[in-house]
């Protein structure tokens, strides 16, 4: 599915943030995640071919946006009504957002916004990694003019309560842990946990992936990256054949990222 970056760079602001992975990579290229900066890519959703016809064509219809910064951070407001006008244009496109600043959402939007409704090719995620984050972020997600909305858990830092927040218009939960060298424990307990708050709501829930670090029934998982999906939709039939259960998580040789 294609992706599009208008913008690079984004702030750290919660406790999901610790582990970035667009800091992550930016670290191998000794480049400031913390600058904001318009793209190359910036209008990649109306670029054409030389045919006339758009790079991005229907048949790529999901469009992964902002996967390198958040849509409503600060630093690109005088650059993102340009990108609403370019959805607008391409309606046939449907463009998929995830955000941490849920809070900023109704200073953001242009002013041929659907206010009732929203824009029917916009899905917004907003992100809740803890107990403390879905209290402060789902109420204000619940009642923002979004035609569909996601919850995405993930990464899972803890067990959360969002069944008061699981109400007709979310459209599906997301949850997953945490990947990289310094991921931070996920519980199959916290999955589980979620999607029992789900099936009771009525909600679709998709376990995505583990994390690097998971613990079930007990054991301790060390789970390469390129595992870390298959072994999430394994995870209920109990087939963990890939995964290398360790015994010590300490790893005191691992310092721990602030942000
Ligand atoms: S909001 Fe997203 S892109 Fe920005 S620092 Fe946090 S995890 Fe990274």
Redesign the pocket.
Known sequence: MPEWNPWHG????SS??QN?Y??RTDAKYGRDSRTVARTAGFHLPVQKKRDGSYKLNPSDRLVWTCFT??FFISEADEWRYECFEMMRIRSDLHFFLIT?RIDRFLVCLPDDWDMQNGWENVTVGCTCETQERADYRLPVFLKMPIRHKVIICEPLLEKIDISPYLGSNIEQVVAGGESGYYARLCRYEWITSLRRQCVEAGVSFRFKQTGALFEKNNKLYHIERKYQHSQAAAADLNTWGDAKQISDISRPDKKINTY
């Open positions: 984004c702030k750290k602001i999901g943030c970035c667009m800091y910064s958040d941490k």
